[in-house]
């Protein structure tokens, strides 16, 4: 620390002291009788307190009830919280009793020790109230506290099977009553091994993971609640995955299946958009209508965007919104957003009777999902079947088949008006997880922790 030493013509020098202030351990049952200061190899000064236990009695009583006697004495170093960034530990003598009737061995109490690791209890509170927050890595924890990172993946494990497991044995029933469920998969290792997870819809908590993607996952889900659990959930918002219908359906027939809106559209740009204008181009190149064709490259963002999110873009244009700043250092110029998307989306559908219809199917759909009558959405929905089929285009014939084997699970949505965007949501989360730890090899530590993150 910093002291001062005045000068003889009255000026104030501060100079550097190697001397530290030294503060008691505040540890309940621990007399500290000195202080050393040591450096370690890297140079860092850490400290440790010397003292002893203050129970006073040195014999105790054995369960047999006759006296105990000391056995053995050892010394026992405890990493206590870092002081002023130091790390620092405990030092005391421990002993052992020994009852010499029955040779029953006990050793001394000690009551700031914490449960399964030599570390005082401040500091166990310490790691764990940073593993709370969510946003510290296990290595970061680790640095912060002087703390090996298997001893903090240990007691960050123990505190997740404490909050969300009965015994460490299986997951606790969820405490409220869920009415709407949703349902998706997600990548858990390279090699396509997925997992799925099942959420409460209204709040967003994670109710069950489990290993692949099929039906048995959703059995053991409805196993795990139970049946008079399941017959307050009113609806389940899913992908088009159909095992997770079928397996619903198939338990609980009450239980409606909602398709929303991302997922239709998804398949409608990815199945439908995309394929045709690539025919398109290629059938306008093997014309030898190489300007329609040029004009038909580099357009899959603006064919598959909402008229709306064009005219938005167009307005950032008019207003020379920045898209990325100026840099001199690495001389990088500054990006405005380009413009005249919507016309350019208007000259492509005027000249081609595809794309028309893209256009159509497009805003029909956004129409339909606003609808709140269920009937009002049936004729929708089957008049974009009927558009689709009078195309005569293999793609959006592929894509009338498919709203017609979801036709229930679409038109659901107007009674129910759920959607999968919260699920989606924690996908992302799952991946930044994932990305943060640089992978968790351990399944079960690695589900735990996405359970945490919804909570």
């Not at 009737?101 to 449960?115: M, P, T, Y």
């Not at 899913?238 to 198939?250: G, I, T």
């Not at 943060?436 to 351990?442: E, I, K, R």
């Amino acid at each position: 620390m910093n002291y001062i030493r005045e000068e003889e013509n009255g000026q104030e020098v501060f100079e550097n002291s190697t001397e530290f202030l030294k503060l008691p351990s505040t540890l309940y049952g621990f007399k500290n009788t000195h202080t050393e200061d040591t450096t370690l190899k890297d140079g860092r000064i850490a400290f440790r307190l010397s003292g002893e236990l203050s129970q006073s009695d040195t014999s105790r009583k054995c369960d047999c009830g006759c006296k105990m006697h000391i056995n053995t004495s050892h010394t026992i170093s405890l990493k206590h919280l870092n002081f002023g960034g130091h790390p620092t530990s405990v030092q005391f003598p421990h002993i052992q009793f020994r009852c010499k009737k029955c040779g029953a061995l006990k050793n001394q109490f000690i009551a700031f020790k914490s449960e399964d690791h030599m570390l005082t209890k401040p500091l166990y509170q310490y790691i764990c109230d940073l593993l709370n927050i969510g946003t510290y890595t296990l290595k970061q924890v680790s640095e912060q506290t002087g703390v090996g990172k298997n001893i903090i993946k240990a007691i960050d494990l123990k505190r997740l099977k404490d909050k969300y497991t009965e015994n460490g044995e299986k997951l606790r029933k969820p405490d409220e009553q869920a009415r709407y469920l949703s349902i998706d998969e997600f990548k858990l290792h390279n090699g396509h091994q997925y997992a799925t997870h099942i959420i409460n819809l209204e709040n967003g908590h994670i109710l069950w993971i489990g290993h692949g993607k099929k039906k048995q996952v959703v059995y053991d889900f409805i196993e795990h609640v139970g049946l008079d659990w399941m017959k307050g959930v009113e609806a389940v918002a899913c992908d088009m995955n159909s095992d997770f219908q079928e397996a619903f359906q198939e338990k609980c027939g009450h239980i409606s299946i909602v398709y929303d809106y991302f997922h239709i559209v998804k398949n409608f740009n990815e199945k439908v958009v995309s394929e045709v204008r690539k025919d398109e181009q290629k059938r306008l190149a093997d014309e030898g209508n190489t300007e329609a064709a040029k004009a038909l490259k580099k357009t899959k963002y603006i064919l598959t965007a909402s008229r709306k999110t064009l005219q938005k873009k167009d307005k950032e244009s008019s207003e020379n919104k920045v898209i990325r700043k100026e840099s001199q250092l690495f001389k990088t110029p500054v990006v405005t957003r380009k413009g005249n998307y919507e016309t350019k989306y208007d000259e492509l559908i005027s000249e081609n009777k595809l794309l028309f219809s893209v256009d159509l199917i497009k805003e029909k759909l956004s129409q339909a999902y606003n609808l709140t009558d269920e009937q009002s959405m049936i004729n929708a929905v089957s008049e974009i079947i009927s558009v689709c089929i009078e195309t005569g285009n293999e793609h959006f014939i592929w894509f009338a088949k498919l709203l017609n084997s979801h036709f229930d699970g679409i038109v659901s949505h107007a009674v129910f008006k759920i959607s999968s965007s919260k699920i989606e949501g924690i996908n992302q989360k799952i991946k930044t997880i994932r990305r943060s730890g640089y992978g968790y090899p351990d399944d079960e530590y690695f589900f735990l922790k996405i359970m945490d993150s919804s909570y």
